[in-house]
């Protein structure tokens, strides 16, 4: 569909639409979920033939009076912000059975909605594919020069290419650039104070909207700083539960877990899970998740820290930028069906990501700030690598330093080293 004659809008092409389109071919049903704004009705409107904005007043009246109706026209048919209407999945579920055809609709949401007992299972008729906020090469709009994740599993390895280099100036825009659609030509402030706009709405209304809690929207917006604070590190809910303390002063651990759990529903945190291989020593695993804002410039914008900041601030910078890094893996391992995790072990050693595939391959990825640290993360990686049992995992299909101002080049033991403004799917 022509998203310039139905939205007003001409369509970029995003990563997750070769995504969407392979699962339409598979499945009956396609649900797009992600955080407000992260562009689901705008790729979802790009693969309709039809649709229907559920939040709309005449959309609702005809939930009231003739619920089905809601569900005709041509397929794949849009249901924008479905979970406003819950009931809207067995509906299509019973649709999707009495269909003769895959691709029937395309479902969006924002939000999860609480399970119950009438929401009968999706499986063999539902398809989940995430979406989230843009990456640096969606942003950035360069496709010349691209490292792509996939060629590195194939086994491609690039030649050395320093005109990738930029200036730490350019690295603190990019981290404070956001990805969501509608921001993407704002000035700095304009963003920053959008962005705290919609962390207020996210504590203010969507919440409540979702699940009614105790504790005023200040907790949660005190919660958010929190998780800004700790991005990109191992999980600590007591930690969590100290920040937000100065507000309520009883409020304990299990609490913050259950409303990171509400963020997380509404797409605005995202765990990055521990990754369990066996190991050849005794080390023990560790199983923290980690957790992220939803997009990094979120995380600074609940921090408070500009430009200017953060170029006096190395450290939270270099968590920002991880925490780039890790969001534009996870949507790249999407588009190739994989997952990406970390891993630490109580000796000490750690990998900022693994990316998994389904067939099994692996690959490691280490995260520095600077182009200069390229070696320290080739040691990082081949002494964290030398703790797994390859025997049993086998061997990574590449390892992968990502800088934030270096060039592009592999490493004599084979490993490449790549800024992230030059990594695409």
Known sequence: MDTKLTLGRTYQPRIIDSALQHALNSAGAVIIEGARASGKTMTAMHAAASYAFIDDAEVQLALDVAPAAVLEGRAPRLLDEWQLAPELWNLTRRAVDRADSTGRFILTGSAIPADDITRHTGAGRFIRLRQRTMTWSEKLDDATNRLSVAALFEGSRPTGDMSERIPLEALIENVLLPGFPAMKSFRPQQSAAQLRAYLDEVARTDVSRLVEVRHEPAIFRQLIAGLARSTASE???????????????????????????????????????????????????????????????????????????????????????????????????????????????????????????????????EVKLGGGQMNAGIASLKKAISQIDTQVVGEPSFTLVVTGTGGILTATDGTVVCPLHALAP
Do not use: C
């Open 235 to 365: 999980v600590n809910y007591r930690t969590l539960a100290s920040d937000v303390r100065t507000l309520a002063p009883t409020i304990n651990a299990e609490t913050i877990s259950g409303y990171a759990s509400i963020l997380e529903r509404l797409f605005i945190v995202e765990q990055q899970r521990a990754w369990s291989p066996k190991l050849r020593s005794r080390a023990r695993l560790r199983t923290s998740s980690k957790l992220h804002l939803a997009d990094p410039a979120f995380a600074a914008a609940a921090l408070g820290a500009g430009p200017d900041q953060l170029a006096r601030d190395l450290e939270t910078l270099g968590l920002l930028f991880e925490s780039a890094v890790v969001h534009d893996l996870m949507v790249f391992a999407s588009a190739l069906g994989g997952s990406v995790t970390h891993y630490r072990d109580s000796n000490g050693n750690e990998i900022d990501a693994i990316i998994t595939l389904p067939d099994g391959r692996w690959g490691a990825v």
